[in-house]
Structures are given as structure tokens and as C-alpha cells.
């Protein structure tokens, strides 16, 4: 199907009575299953109006025929004029949004959050100077030319604002910047980097647009070296998970710098060891990173060599294996902070009862490594199961321990990743503290 605009009409779209409520309700999705009648077919990436069942306006969106997921909506309520100046209206009240998270300290966070943000199926995090443009629907695709122009502004002024930046940061010349770290920043002229989902990889390939495409600024030389809370990590931003790094955990990695103190750590799940950073920083005598990647466990050396002074002060242990096998086969090792924050264990609501076992099974077979004293922090990432679920999953298995604990705090979404529908709210962490 061709992508773009039309010349006339415009496409018109009525839903069911059921869709109508959960559109005025704020939900950003219209399902081809809910779509009662179109005045024409559609084309891919096309804005779509749809009326009410009085003829009157509720809300325009982004239409694919190819896809379950018809509408994905701009904006609900009162008419509007959805033009240059709306766009880029709607840039600069998310960008603002973001001000505040970047400072001298952390050069690295999430500009656009998708539907959450009023920009659905697209995501837009920056490390230093790097952008890293993330598109989860083809009907974005006739409009890259439209995203790549309004960021330009943006990408030259620095907006929102961040005191460190890749560049700069690559003449600092300090103890814990190698020469291979130096030579990795200074490649790292400003870019915008095109990062596609790969269910869209073929369509954007056919229209021109290929994964890991710099659309503007110069290419990467390697990992770009950010900053967050003042330490140093690498984000692959041409092959990485997601954009290069998990980006929605900052505000648990503080909290979990905040209980390691004097602890033996382990990190069960480590990918490339941001919670063991913090916890090395946060003054643990030692740190276990676990991960079945071997390239996610080179990954976190290479941070803990970012940042030598850790390095040198906090011993850190890799271990590669299945945490849920090495859990269950290493009895004898015991730890005063173990930190779990496994993969999604629930990509389909079909799987969300099994994932509310798995988590607790987890949870219990983790708690069997805790001295007295220590804590558990455990974090899920499964849109499937909600908050309650989740959390009540932990404790139930904390409960049956008979061991006394304490429930220290339990949080959600970022403020970098607001959450604006069930869908998106996929992020919750519990810490509990057990009596000594």
C-alpha cells in the first residue's frame, strides 16, 4: 500500500459505540474490529477523523489498513488543524517537558514516550548528542522527512537543555576515560540515528528506510558514552536492545545506590550492569553481575572500566548463566542486596497468569540467597500484569518465607516514560528489607 496523503476527501471514520467511550476516554488506540464504516479506503499513514454517532468530531489519528491496530490517535476532543505549526507545536510542549532531567550529571533520557506523549508508535531518546528516533508503525514512514526537519532545530540548540554532551565530554581527558573511550566520544558528532521495530523493518525497507539508518549529523563510531548521575555507560545505538540502553530504570538504579552500602550484591538479570554501577558506587563490597549474554556481560565491563574509580574500589564478579537455573543450583552463595529484573515474562495476556507464577517462583528462589538483613529489589517490565499483580506476587512470596520484612517503596513509570493508558504502564519495582 502506498503511503502519504490524499488528495480528497479526507477519510472519514465511524467506530462502534464500545470504541467510541474508550477513545473519549482517552485511549489511543482504535482496533480494525471496532471500525464501523469509512467513507473510502485508506490509505498507510493518512490522518483519519473520526465521528461520533452524531456526525460530530472526536478524534483524528494516524490510519493503517495493514494493520489491527487502524488508528492510532493524535488528538481527541475539539477540532483541530493537524499542519506544520501543530507539529511542531506538539514538539516543543513535549521537549519542555523534559527539562530539568539533563544537567552536568545525566546527558541521556527519553524525549517522546510514544502515545503517552501524543506521538503514538514513536519513541525519541537521546544520549548526549545522539538521537535515537524509534518507530513502531509504518504509518510514520511518509513522514521521517517531516521528523528528521523538526528536530534539526532541537538537535543544534541542545533542547532540552544538557551541560554534558558527547563532544564535550571527550576532551575531559579525566582518570576514568581510556583512550579507546575518548576515541569512541569524539566520533560521535551529532546524529539521528532511525531505529525500526521488526514487525515495520520490510515495509520501511521497501519505501527506502532501513534499520540503524543515520538520517542526520555523522554516524556513530561505536557505543556513544553518556552520562547518568554522574556515571559513565556505553549505548550501542545502532544494534543495542531497544535504543542502546534501558533508559526507564533510572530513578530504581538511585534507589538501589541508596541501600548497598557495606552490601555483597547480586544482579540477577544484569544486561550491561546498570543496577551494578549504582550498587558499586553506592559503597558494596562486591558485585555479581548474572546475565545468559556473554555480550551483555562484555558490556558491563566495559562500563565498570568507564568508570575506573568503581573498578578499583568494588570487586565484581560476571557470571553467565540462566539466573532462574543458577538461582535454583547455588544454594551456598548468599547476599545482602539481590536485585531481579528480568525480561518481560509475559509478551501476550494469554501468558499473564504463568508470568504472575513465574515472578513469585522467581522471587522465593531469590529470597533463599538473602542474609538476614538484606533487601530484595524486584522489578517487572510485563505490560500483562499490572502493578497489584506484580507486586503482590513478591510479597506473597516474601510472606511465605516467614521471615519479618519491610516494604521500603514500590514505583512505576519514569518521569521521562509517563504513562498515560493501561498499555504503556509495563514498569513496576518493589524493595523490601528483611529483619535481621
Known sequence: MKSGEPTSPRLRVRITAAAE???????????????????????VGELAVIFDRQDKFLAIGLFDPDSPLRIRILHSGKPVQINDDWWRTRLETTLTKRVGLLDEHTSACRLINGESDGWPGLVLDRYGDVLVLKLYTFAWCSRVPMLVEMLRGPMERGLPPAATHVV????????????????????????????????????????????????????????????????????????????????DQRENRRAVEQLARGADVLNAFSFTGGFSLYAARGGASSVASLDISAHALAGAERNFALNRDLADACRHEIIQANAFDWLEANAERVFALIIL????????????????????????????????????????????????????????????????????????????????????????????????
Request: net charge positive.
Open 341 to 436: 529484573d528480568p525480561p518481560s515474562l509475559a509478551k501476550k495476556e494469554m501468558e499473564r497468569t504463568g508470568a504472575i507464577r513465574a515472578y513469585g517462583k522467581l522471587a522465593a528462589s531469590a529470597l533463599r540467597h538473602l542474609r538476614p538483613g538484606g533487601a530484595l529489589v524486584a522489578a517487572s517490565c510485563s505490560a500483562h500484569v499490572s502493578a497489584e499483580e506484580f507486586f503482590g506476587a513478591v510479597t506473597q512470596a516474601a510472606s511465605a518465607t516467614g521471615r519479618k520484612f519491610t516494604q521500603l517503596n514500590t514505583t512505576r513509570s519514569a518521569p521521562d516514560h509517563p504513562a498515560t493508558f493501561p498499555e504503556a504502564e509495563y514498569l513496576k519495582c518493589i524493595s523490601l528489607r528483611f529483619a535481621p
Open 21 to 43: 467511550t474508550i477513545v473519549r476516554g482517552g485511549h489511543p488506540w482504535v482496533f480494525a474490529s471496532s471500525i464501523r464504516e469509512l467513507n473510502r479506503d485508506g490509505t
Open 168 to 247: 564535550r565530554e571527550s576532551s575531559e581527558k579525566s582518570a576514568d576515560a581510556t583512550p579507546n573511550t575518548l576515541k569512541r566520544a569524539e566520533a560521535c558528532a551529532p546524529a539521528l540515528v532511525l531505529r525500526l521495530s521488526r514487525n515495520v523493518q520490510a515495509a520501511f525497507a521497501a519505501a527506502g528506510f532501513r534499520e540503524a539508518q543515520i538520517l542526520s549529523g555523522a554516524a556513530p563510531d561505536g557505543p556513544v558514552i553518556f552520562r547518568e548521575s554522574g556515571l559513565r555507560f556505553e549505548a550501542d545505538v545502532l544494534a543495542g536492545q531497544k535504543t542502546g540502553f534501558f533508559l
